[in-house]
């Protein structure tokens, strides 16, 4: 049986190496679905002088 101390490494090192598994677009996108409609846009999109 494995110790408590090897099981949490093992799940240290697997949620660790789920972060560094996505690429910059996955990372992209997720941050673009958890952003609230209000706060999403391309600048200069509302106000082209801003």
Do not use: C
């Amino acid at each position: 049986m494995r110790s408590p101390d090897a099981m949490r490494a093992a799940i240290i090192a697997h949620e660790t190496g789920a972060v560094d598994s996505m690429t910059r677009g996955e990372k992209l996108e997720a941050i673009w679905s958890a952003t609230h409609a209000d706060f999403r846009g391309i600048a200069g999109e509302t106000n082209p002088d801003a």
